[in-house]
């Protein structure tokens, strides 16, 4: 009998042994006391523990898994190959495509005035503010005109000797004139020589060139007058249009001064009701873009409304900010309601071509590229699953397109024919088999 090392050994009497009132020894030694006391047992002996029976169930547990195990692996070994190819894939259909062109522009009046001044000088009066209704020929500033009445004042007074100096070379003409009669009479006779005779015509002559000096003198004096009472004019600002003022710079006490450019005072809006976007739309998209096209926009204020507009003009002048090249396209809108405002940022949507019901295939379907086949970039092609479920290219030809959808002009396709959009990877495999509610949604990086 083995035991193992580990066990304790347990120490029990004697008498769970050997039954008390049972003699070791046959009853002809129970005689002698003597005896008994010398070969008398231990009161306790040490007992060995005995044998624990081992289970058998972990080792079957254990064979059956390495049996499962290799059959696994024998069985995969066996179907080894590579796994089939799912796709993505759409229906070719009919419906609606709208190509649209986006740009960004700003909300401006249709005719916007800057109403400047010609003369330097300082603001006596304002007779507009921001927002004021103003109409034709009605004062908007004064320009303090004390400076311009004494230039007025002065050329008057210039004006004024040069008709003196006018009437006294001509009263000098007539008297040399009268001088050289007087010659002219008295030579035949004899009682003046010919000296004189010529002196007082060469006098008559230097008079009436003195005549026609003060003359221009004079013209000079008037036109002098003439231009300060114009600038006087000047310190008084009209309004050249009807409209709003949308813009006042100048305030009273300031000075403005006119020498090399006209200053701008204030801004007016002839008619806030008919309002223009000015869109800047780039070369890339400015093709598909003509007179008459219908558009819409939106603005900062209003985010959940859309304005329509139509537009009016295509300017050829091009707008080139670091090498990336614009056009300005002018955009008209009505605006009775008064909403839209001089200087509003607008998101533009040009509609460049429209049709209702044509044949057309998702975007995607041109985008794909089978791994490691050729493209021939000259011609378009998509992929086709027919009903075999075989793929092979077709040849098409694109027309007009949208952000989803591209219409289909020529090529074999038909509506109802499945096109391959891409290949769906092991993660959207096993999405696809989960069931709803379980899907884990997308992954993050």
């Known amino acids: 009998m083995t035991s193992n090392a580990q066990d304790p050994i347990r120490e029990v009497p004697v008498t769970e042994i050997i039954p008390q009132g049972t003699s070791s020894v046959p009853a002809r030694h129970s005689s002698s006391a003597s005896s008994d006391q010398a070969h008398r047992l231990p009161a306790s002996l040490p007992v060995l523990p005995l044998p624990r029976a081992r289970p058998r169930v972990p080792w079957l547990i254990g064979i059956v898994t390495v049996l499962a195990i290799t059959g696994a692996g024998a069985w995969y070994w066996w179907t080894a190959g590579p796994p089939p190819v799912h796709y993505k894939t759409a229906l070719v259909d009919r419906g609606p495509i709208t190509a649209i062109v986006t740009a960004t522009g700003t909300v401006n009046p249709v005719v916007s005035v800057q109403v400047g001044s010609q003369v330097s000088g300082k603001i006596a009066q304002l007779f507009a503010d921001f927002n004021s209704v103003v109409t034709k020929g009605k004062v908007l500033a004064m320009i303090d005109q004390q400076p311009f009445n004494a230039r007025v004042s002065q050329a008057r007074a210039a004006v004024k000797s040069g008709r003196g100096n006018l009437a006294k070379a001509k009263n000098m003409a ?73 813009s006042r710079n100048v305030d009273v006490g300031q000075t403005v001064a006119a ?187």
């Open 174 to 246: 007539n008297q040399r004139k009268l001088e050289r009669d007087r010659m002219a009479t008295l030579r035949p006779q004899a009682f003046v020589s010919q000296a004189d005779l010529d002196i007082a015509e060469t006098n008559y002559r230097d008079a009436e060139a003195q005549v026609e000096v003060a003359q221009a003198q004079l013209d000079q004096a008037e036109a002098t007058l003439s231009s300060a009472e114009l600038d006087l004019g000047y310190t008084t600002i009209y309004s050249p249009v009807n409209g709003i003022v949308v």
């Open 259 to 445: 020498s090399f450019q006209t200053p701008t005072l204030f801004v007016i809006a002839q008619d806030l009701t008919q309002m223009q976007v000015d869109a800047n739309v780039s070369e890339a998209d400015i093709g598909g873009v003509a007179e008459g096209k219908p558009s819409s926009f939106r603005v900062d204020a209003y985010p959940k409304q859309f304005f329509e507009g139509t537009v009016t003009q295509v300017r050829n002048a091009p707008i080139s900010i670091q090498n990336v090249v614009t056009y300005d396209v002018v955009i008209t809108v009505d605006n009775r309601d008064l909403k839209l405002k001089p200087g509003m940022t607008a998101n533009v949507t040009i509609v460049t071509a429209k049709k209702e019901n044509p044949l057309r295939i998702p975007n995607g379907a041109l985008r794909f590229r089978m791994p490691g086949v050729p493209v021939d970039r000259k011609i378009t092609q998509v992929w086709v699953m027919d009903q075999a479920k075989q793929v092979h290219q077709t040849v098409i030809s694109t027309g007009i397109a949208d952000s989803l959808f591209t219409e289909i002009s020529e090529g074999a396709l038909k509506e109802g024919d499945t096109v391959i959009l891409g290949i769906e990877t092991p993660e959207e495999q096993a999405q696809k088999t989960l069931p709803p509610g379980f899907g884990g949604g997308p992954r993050m990086r």
